[in-house]
């Protein structure tokens, strides 16, 4: 599902970093566990294509995600993989339902309002479809930063520091939560964080 080789990076004026080899396989939940500063979101930019390395590969479904053009790699990450941030990032002059219907026109995938509703009535926010991510609770905020990551029925979803920023009784909701979330969708979840609060949701951990 997930594999990479002899991962580098090097940001501007300092030392390459050099990435452990990881293997993911299916639906085998993973977690990059490690403190500020140690490389786990870099690393997962990289296996998220967001990032290109300096040096090594990375495979997705057995493509070589870096061997695509710049174009092709969006449009492959757009089809094949969802991402939940810390911050929502929703575009603010649109409503909820407009950003997630974004998300599949990015993919080139149909604009399906019903797909929509039916993602948002299984995440209890439907009633927020016409409302604007100012008018949202960080919590609603999640929930629909959750429905755009999954809206295009992706198989792997990437979360970074989903939990940083909640108290114990909110992380393991939202732990509850993404996980229903990647069992109905058939994902493999890799999530990036210093939080081990959540370690032990996941049989498959990377320590960085």
Known sequence: MIRSENLTFKYPNAADLKFPIVHIEKNKHSLLLGESGSGKTTLLHLLGGLSAP????????????????????????????????QDAHLLKNLTI??????????????????????????????????????????????????????????????????????????????????????????ATLLIATHDTRIKSYFANTYQL
């Open 54 to 85: 300096t040096s090594g590969k990375v495979f997705i479904n057995d493509t070589d995600i870096y061997a695509l053009s710049e174009q092709e790699r969006d449009l492959f990450r757009a089809k094949n993989m969802g991402f939940i941030f």
């Open 97 to 186: 339902e407009e950003n997630i219907l974004l998300a599949q026109y990015l993919a080139k995938e149909k604009q399906d309002k019903k797909a929509v509703a039916d993602i948002l009535n299984r995440l209890q926010i439907e009633e927020k479809s016409n409302s604007y991510p100012n008018q949202l609770s960080r919590g609603q905020l999640q929930r629909a930063a959750i429905a755009r990551a999954v809206i295009n029925k992706p198989k792997v979803l990437i979360a970074d520091e989903p939990t940083a920023a909640l108290d114990d009784s909110n992380t393991a909701h939202a732990m509850d939560l993404i996980l229903q979330i990647v069992a109905n969708y058939d």
